[in-house]
Protein backbone atom coordinates (compact mmCIF):
# COMPACT_ATOMS: atom_id res chain seq x y z
CA UNK A 1 0.00 0.00 0.00
CA UNK A 2 1.28 3.69 -0.84
CA UNK A 3 1.21 5.53 1.87
CA UNK A 4 -0.48 8.86 2.17
CA UNK A 5 1.17 12.02 1.18
CA UNK A 6 -0.53 15.12 2.60
CA UNK A 7 -0.17 18.06 0.17
CA UNK A 8 -1.32 21.63 2.08
CA UNK A 9 -4.09 23.97 0.28
CA UNK A 10 -2.81 27.42 2.37
CA UNK A 11 -5.71 29.23 3.87
CA UNK A 12 -6.86 31.99 1.62
CA UNK A 13 -7.92 34.43 4.99
CA UNK A 14 -6.05 32.79 8.02
CA UNK A 15 -6.30 34.27 11.44
CA UNK A 16 -4.76 37.21 12.02
CA UNK A 17 -1.39 37.34 14.53
CA UNK A 18 -3.57 39.18 16.66
CA UNK A 19 -6.46 36.90 16.73
CA UNK A 20 -4.02 34.01 17.28
CA UNK A 21 -2.43 35.69 20.06
CA UNK A 22 -5.65 36.72 22.10
CA UNK A 23 -6.90 33.07 21.76
CA UNK A 24 -3.30 31.56 22.84
CA UNK A 25 -3.70 34.27 25.91
CA UNK A 26 -6.93 32.04 27.39
CA UNK A 27 -7.40 29.12 24.73
CA UNK A 28 -9.79 27.18 27.02
CA UNK A 29 -10.71 24.00 26.16
CA UNK A 30 -12.04 22.76 22.77
CA UNK A 31 -13.14 26.54 22.03
CA UNK A 32 -11.09 27.44 18.93
CA UNK A 33 -9.87 25.89 15.77
CA UNK A 34 -6.52 26.39 13.96
CA UNK A 35 -6.49 27.06 10.76
CA UNK A 36 -6.21 23.73 8.63
CA UNK A 37 -7.47 20.06 8.56
CA UNK A 38 -5.94 17.20 7.44
CA UNK A 39 -7.99 15.26 5.58
CA UNK A 40 -8.39 12.08 3.79
CA UNK A 41 -11.31 9.64 1.83
CA UNK A 42 -11.33 5.52 1.98
CA UNK A 43 -13.42 3.74 -0.60
CA UNK A 44 -14.51 0.61 -0.73
CA UNK A 45 -12.94 -0.08 -3.95
CA UNK A 46 -10.02 2.93 -4.44
CA UNK A 47 -8.94 2.51 -0.27
CA UNK A 48 -7.21 5.26 0.78
CA UNK A 49 -6.64 8.16 -0.88
CA UNK A 50 -7.47 12.16 -1.80
CA UNK A 51 -5.41 13.08 1.43
CA UNK A 52 -4.97 17.11 1.74
CA UNK A 53 -4.35 19.71 4.82
CA UNK A 54 -6.91 22.08 3.58
CA UNK A 55 -8.76 25.00 5.10
CA UNK A 56 -10.56 24.26 8.06
CA UNK A 57 -14.68 24.30 7.36
CA UNK A 58 -17.67 23.06 6.78
CA UNK A 59 -17.69 19.20 5.58
CA UNK A 60 -20.34 18.91 2.73
CA UNK A 61 -22.22 15.84 3.58
CA UNK A 62 -25.40 14.13 2.52
CA UNK A 63 -28.78 14.03 4.79
CA UNK A 64 -28.28 10.50 4.01
CA UNK A 65 -24.37 10.23 5.24
CA UNK A 66 -24.72 6.70 7.03
CA UNK A 67 -23.18 8.55 10.41
CA UNK A 68 -26.26 10.15 10.96
CA UNK A 69 -28.15 7.55 11.21
CA UNK A 70 -26.19 4.09 12.64
CA UNK A 71 -23.39 5.95 14.25
CA UNK A 72 -20.67 4.36 12.47
CA UNK A 73 -17.57 6.70 13.91
CA UNK A 74 -14.68 6.68 15.78
CA UNK A 75 -12.03 8.94 17.21
CA UNK A 76 -8.90 9.65 18.81
CA UNK A 77 -7.18 12.72 21.06
CA UNK A 78 -3.52 13.77 21.83
CA UNK A 79 -1.63 16.69 21.98
CA UNK A 80 1.51 18.38 20.32
CA UNK A 81 3.83 20.38 22.93
CA UNK A 82 6.52 23.21 22.55
CA UNK A 83 9.61 22.39 23.54
CA UNK A 84 12.58 25.15 24.93
CA UNK A 85 14.04 24.54 21.57
CA UNK A 86 11.03 25.45 20.10
CA UNK A 87 10.52 22.07 18.52
CA UNK A 88 6.71 20.51 18.39
CA UNK A 89 6.52 16.82 19.58
CA UNK A 90 3.73 14.65 20.42
CA UNK A 91 3.29 11.65 23.25
CA UNK A 92 2.57 8.16 22.22
CA UNK A 93 1.12 8.64 18.84
CA UNK A 94 1.59 4.79 17.67
CA UNK A 95 -0.32 3.94 20.50
CA UNK A 96 -3.36 6.46 19.40
CA UNK A 97 -3.03 4.76 16.11
CA UNK A 98 -3.06 1.41 17.16
CA UNK A 99 -6.48 2.39 19.87
CA UNK A 100 -8.11 3.74 16.21
CA UNK A 101 -7.27 1.02 14.14
CA UNK A 102 -8.91 -1.15 17.17
CA UNK A 103 -12.16 0.94 17.12
CA UNK A 104 -11.88 0.33 13.48
CA UNK A 105 -12.17 -2.96 13.63
CA UNK A 106 -14.94 -3.11 16.42
CA UNK A 107 -17.04 -0.58 14.03
CA UNK A 108 -16.53 -2.71 10.95
CA UNK A 109 -14.47 0.09 9.54
CA UNK A 110 -11.14 0.34 7.31
CA UNK A 111 -7.72 0.82 9.53
CA UNK A 112 -5.81 3.96 8.58
CA UNK A 113 -1.97 3.02 8.90
CA UNK A 114 -0.02 4.01 11.74
CA UNK A 115 2.02 5.89 9.34
CA UNK A 116 -0.47 7.81 7.74
CA UNK A 117 -2.12 8.66 11.34
CA UNK A 118 1.21 10.12 11.97
CA UNK A 119 1.66 11.65 8.52
CA UNK A 120 -2.12 13.30 9.11
CA UNK A 121 -1.27 14.87 12.23
CA UNK A 122 2.59 16.19 11.36
CA UNK A 123 1.26 17.53 8.44
CA UNK A 124 -1.42 19.49 10.08
CA UNK A 125 0.84 20.89 12.90
CA UNK A 126 2.96 21.96 10.12
CA UNK A 127 0.85 23.92 8.31
CA UNK A 128 -0.35 24.99 11.72
CA UNK A 129 2.42 25.33 14.16
CA UNK A 130 2.23 29.18 15.31
CA UNK A 131 -1.00 27.63 16.89
CA UNK A 132 0.98 25.56 19.21
CA UNK A 133 1.28 27.75 22.67
CA UNK A 134 4.88 29.03 23.65
CA UNK A 135 7.05 26.98 25.85
CA UNK A 136 6.38 27.83 29.56
CA UNK A 137 3.25 28.98 30.04
CA UNK A 138 1.68 26.38 31.70
CA UNK A 139 -0.01 23.49 30.98
CA UNK A 140 -1.26 24.55 27.37
CA UNK A 141 -0.74 22.33 24.47
CA UNK A 142 -2.53 21.94 20.50
CA UNK A 143 -4.88 19.29 20.96
CA UNK A 144 -4.89 17.16 18.21
CA UNK A 145 -8.74 15.32 17.30
CA UNK A 146 -8.16 12.73 14.71
CA UNK A 147 -11.43 11.00 13.71
CA UNK A 148 -13.18 8.98 10.72
CA UNK A 149 -17.21 8.76 10.05
CA UNK A 150 -19.33 7.00 7.79
CA UNK A 151 -19.55 10.05 4.73
CA UNK A 152 -21.53 7.56 1.96
CA UNK A 153 -24.73 8.20 1.64
CA UNK A 154 -26.98 4.93 2.03
CA UNK A 155 -29.56 4.34 5.04
CA UNK A 156 -29.32 0.42 4.62
CA UNK A 157 -27.71 -1.18 7.99
CA UNK A 158 -23.92 -2.32 6.89
CA UNK A 159 -20.80 -0.88 7.04
CA UNK A 160 -20.21 2.27 4.75
CA UNK A 161 -18.53 1.97 1.10
CA UNK A 162 -16.95 5.52 2.10
CA UNK A 163 -15.21 7.11 4.87
CA UNK A 164 -13.62 10.31 5.45
CA UNK A 165 -11.27 10.56 8.31
CA UNK A 166 -10.21 14.13 9.49
CA UNK A 167 -7.75 15.77 11.82
CA UNK A 168 -8.60 19.20 13.35
CA UNK A 169 -6.92 21.21 16.18
CA UNK A 170 -7.50 23.37 18.49
CA UNK A 171 -4.95 25.39 21.23
CA UNK A 172 -5.59 24.14 25.02
CA UNK A 173 -5.03 24.96 28.46
CA UNK A 174 -5.83 23.08 31.67
CA UNK A 175 -8.97 20.94 31.19
CA UNK A 176 -10.31 22.01 34.28
CA UNK A 177 -10.66 25.70 34.60
CA UNK A 178 -10.33 25.91 38.21
CA UNK A 179 -7.13 24.01 37.92
CA UNK A 180 -5.83 20.66 39.44
CA UNK A 181 -8.18 20.33 42.19
CA UNK A 182 -10.28 16.98 43.80
CA UNK A 183 -13.50 16.31 41.91
CA UNK A 184 -16.47 14.69 43.31
CA UNK A 185 -17.94 12.09 41.84
CA UNK A 186 -21.04 10.41 41.18
CA UNK A 187 -22.07 6.41 41.68
CA UNK A 188 -24.09 6.03 38.74
CA UNK A 189 -26.21 2.77 39.21
CA UNK A 190 -29.58 3.39 36.42
CA UNK A 191 -26.74 4.58 33.95
CA UNK A 192 -24.09 2.19 32.43
CA UNK A 193 -21.21 3.95 29.88
CA UNK A 194 -21.17 0.24 28.17
CA UNK A 195 -21.89 -3.66 28.33
CA UNK A 196 -20.27 -6.82 27.69
CA UNK A 197 -19.66 -7.20 23.55
CA UNK A 198 -20.52 -3.96 23.10
CA UNK A 199 -18.39 -0.91 22.56
CA UNK A 200 -16.73 0.51 25.73
CA UNK A 201 -13.20 -0.43 24.44
CA UNK A 202 -13.50 1.70 21.09
CA UNK A 203 -13.01 5.11 21.36
CA UNK A 204 -16.50 5.97 19.64
CA UNK A 205 -19.04 8.96 20.16
CA UNK A 206 -21.96 6.62 21.16
CA UNK A 207 -20.18 5.32 24.27
CA UNK A 208 -19.87 9.20 25.60
CA UNK A 209 -23.06 9.75 24.46
CA UNK A 210 -24.31 6.88 26.80
CA UNK A 211 -22.22 9.16 29.97
CA UNK A 212 -24.02 11.71 29.92
CA UNK A 213 -27.21 10.94 31.07
CA UNK A 214 -25.18 9.28 34.02
CA UNK A 215 -23.09 12.87 34.28
CA UNK A 216 -26.47 15.31 34.53
CA UNK A 217 -27.50 13.25 37.09
CA UNK A 218 -23.85 13.58 39.19
CA UNK A 219 -24.25 17.25 38.73
CA UNK A 220 -28.10 17.50 40.42
CA UNK A 221 -25.84 16.23 43.08
CA UNK A 222 -22.75 18.38 43.16
CA UNK A 223 -20.46 16.00 41.35
CA UNK A 224 -18.18 16.75 38.87
CA UNK A 225 -17.97 13.89 37.15
CA UNK A 226 -20.39 10.17 37.26
CA UNK A 227 -18.58 6.98 37.79
CA UNK A 228 -20.04 3.64 36.08
CA UNK A 229 -20.23 0.14 37.00
CA UNK A 230 -20.06 -2.94 35.10
CA UNK A 231 -23.52 -3.22 33.52
CA UNK A 232 -24.28 -6.79 34.42
CA UNK A 233 -23.73 -6.81 38.20
CA UNK A 234 -23.51 -2.78 39.19
CA UNK A 235 -20.90 -3.62 41.38
CA UNK A 236 -17.73 -3.23 40.33
CA UNK A 237 -15.87 -0.42 39.15
CA UNK A 238 -15.60 0.72 35.31
CA UNK A 239 -14.58 4.01 34.25
CA UNK A 240 -15.75 8.03 34.20
CA UNK A 241 -17.26 9.25 30.90
CA UNK A 242 -13.70 10.06 29.74
CA UNK A 243 -11.27 8.85 32.33
CA UNK A 244 -9.73 5.83 33.83
CA UNK A 245 -9.49 5.46 37.50
CA UNK A 246 -6.43 4.42 39.74
CA UNK A 247 -6.56 3.80 43.31
CA UNK A 248 -3.26 3.58 45.54
CA UNK A 249 -3.01 1.27 48.66
CA UNK A 250 -1.01 1.73 51.74
CA UNK A 251 1.02 -0.81 51.66
CA UNK A 252 1.76 0.43 47.40
CA UNK A 253 -0.10 -1.00 45.40
CA UNK A 254 -1.67 1.03 42.84
CA UNK A 255 -4.73 -0.27 41.50
CA UNK A 256 -6.56 0.20 38.45
CA UNK A 257 -9.43 -1.56 36.98
CA UNK A 258 -8.67 -4.35 34.33
CA UNK A 259 -9.88 -3.96 30.71
CA UNK A 260 -13.03 -6.50 29.98
CA UNK A 261 -13.89 -5.01 27.08
CA UNK A 262 -16.23 -2.23 28.29
CA UNK A 263 -13.42 -0.11 29.34
CA UNK A 264 -11.74 1.86 26.95
CA UNK A 265 -7.78 1.36 27.41
CA UNK A 266 -6.46 5.12 27.64
CA UNK A 267 -2.64 5.63 26.16
CA UNK A 268 -2.36 7.78 29.74
CA UNK A 269 -3.28 4.27 32.27
CA UNK A 270 -1.17 2.07 30.23
CA UNK A 271 1.77 5.14 30.51
CA UNK A 272 1.27 5.19 34.60
CA UNK A 273 1.35 1.27 34.32
CA UNK A 274 4.63 1.55 33.10
CA UNK A 275 6.03 4.32 35.40
CA UNK A 276 4.57 3.40 38.51
CA UNK A 277 7.35 0.83 39.59
CA UNK A 278 10.12 4.13 39.20
CA UNK A 279 8.18 5.51 41.92
CA UNK A 280 8.52 1.62 44.06
CA UNK A 281 4.66 1.44 43.33
CA UNK A 282 3.31 -2.10 42.30
CA UNK A 283 0.66 -1.54 39.70
CA UNK A 284 -1.84 -4.26 39.33
CA UNK A 285 -4.97 -4.50 36.85
CA UNK A 286 -7.79 -6.21 38.60
CA UNK A 287 -11.85 -5.79 39.18
CA UNK A 288 -12.09 -3.29 42.29
CA UNK A 289 -15.94 -3.59 43.39
CA UNK A 290 -17.82 -0.32 44.48
CA UNK A 291 -18.28 -1.26 47.91
CA UNK A 292 -13.66 -1.56 48.46
CA UNK A 293 -13.63 1.94 47.12
CA UNK A 294 -16.16 2.40 50.06
CA UNK A 295 -14.53 0.40 52.77
CA UNK A 296 -11.07 1.41 51.85
CA UNK A 297 -11.67 4.90 51.76
CA UNK A 298 -12.91 4.69 55.28
CA UNK A 299 -10.49 2.78 57.14
CA UNK A 300 -7.47 4.33 55.38
CA UNK A 301 -6.22 1.63 53.30
CA UNK A 302 -7.21 3.61 50.02
CA UNK A 303 -4.49 6.65 50.19
CA UNK A 304 -5.05 7.93 47.06
CA UNK A 305 -7.29 8.02 44.30
CA UNK A 306 -6.79 9.99 41.13
CA UNK A 307 -8.50 9.92 37.33
CA UNK A 308 -6.71 10.17 34.44
CA UNK A 309 -6.39 10.89 30.58
CA UNK A 310 -4.72 13.00 27.68
CA UNK A 311 -7.16 15.86 28.16
CA UNK A 312 -6.83 16.24 31.64
CA UNK A 313 -3.93 14.02 32.23
CA UNK A 314 -4.06 13.57 36.18
CA UNK A 315 -6.83 15.20 38.64
CA UNK A 316 -7.09 13.60 41.86
CA UNK A 317 -10.42 12.58 43.27
CA UNK A 318 -11.82 13.71 46.50
CA UNK A 319 -15.61 12.54 47.51
CA UNK A 320 -17.38 9.80 46.15
CA UNK A 321 -21.48 9.87 47.22
CA UNK A 322 -24.39 8.03 46.26
CA UNK A 323 -28.01 7.85 46.65
CA UNK A 324 -28.23 8.06 50.60
CA UNK A 325 -24.25 8.34 51.41
CA UNK A 326 -20.80 9.79 51.07
CA UNK A 327 -17.05 9.05 51.34
CA UNK A 328 -13.86 11.06 51.12
CA UNK A 329 -10.83 9.05 51.49
CA UNK A 330 -8.68 12.35 51.97
CA UNK A 331 -7.75 13.11 56.24
CA UNK A 332 -9.54 15.86 58.04
CA UNK A 333 -7.71 18.88 57.08
CA UNK A 334 -6.01 18.01 54.09
CA UNK A 335 -8.00 20.66 51.65
CA UNK A 336 -6.96 20.78 48.24
CA UNK A 337 -4.01 18.39 48.90
CA UNK A 338 -4.20 15.66 46.63
CA UNK A 339 -1.46 13.24 47.29
CA UNK A 340 2.55 13.05 46.93
CA UNK A 341 2.00 10.10 44.63
CA UNK A 342 -0.59 11.57 42.51
CA UNK A 343 1.20 14.47 42.29
CA UNK A 344 4.72 12.92 41.12
CA UNK A 345 3.57 10.27 38.78
CA UNK A 346 1.46 13.75 37.13
CA UNK A 347 4.70 15.97 37.26
CA UNK A 348 6.62 12.93 35.30
CA UNK A 349 3.75 12.73 32.53
CA UNK A 350 4.53 16.33 31.97
CA UNK A 351 7.89 16.49 32.28
CA UNK A 352 8.27 13.97 29.38
CA UNK A 353 5.62 15.65 27.11
CA UNK A 354 7.56 19.00 27.26
CA UNK A 355 10.98 17.64 27.23
CA UNK A 356 11.94 18.70 30.64
CA UNK A 357 13.41 15.26 31.37
CA UNK A 358 15.10 12.46 29.21
CA UNK A 359 13.11 10.34 26.97
CA UNK A 360 14.49 7.09 27.61
CA UNK A 361 11.68 4.90 26.16
CA UNK A 362 11.05 6.46 23.04
CA UNK A 363 7.67 8.10 23.46
CA UNK A 364 7.52 11.11 22.11
CA UNK A 365 7.88 12.04 18.36
CA UNK A 366 9.02 15.26 16.45
CA UNK A 367 6.20 16.70 14.65
CA UNK A 368 7.85 20.14 13.31
Known amino acids: MTALSFATQPHPNPASA ?36 APFGPLPLSPAAAVFHYAQ ?35 AMPELPTDDFIASIRALVSADEAWVPAYGTGETSLYLRPFMFASEPFLGVRPANEITYCVIASPAGAYFARG ?46 AVFLDSGTHEYIEELGGMNLFFLYRDGRLVTPELNGSILPGVTRRSILELAPELGLQPQERRIAIQ ?37 HRPAGAGEDYGEVTHRLRAMLLDLQYGRVPDTRGWLTRLV
Open 18 to 53: ADRAAVLANPGFGKHYTDHMALATWTKDGGWRDAKV
Open 73 to 107: EIFEGLKAYRHEDGSVWTFRPQANAERMQASSRRL
Open 180 to 225: VKPVNLWVSTGFARAGAGGTGAAKCGGNYASSLAGQLEGIQHDCDQ
Open 292 to 328: EWKDGAASGEITEIFACGTAAVINPVGELRWEGGSCD
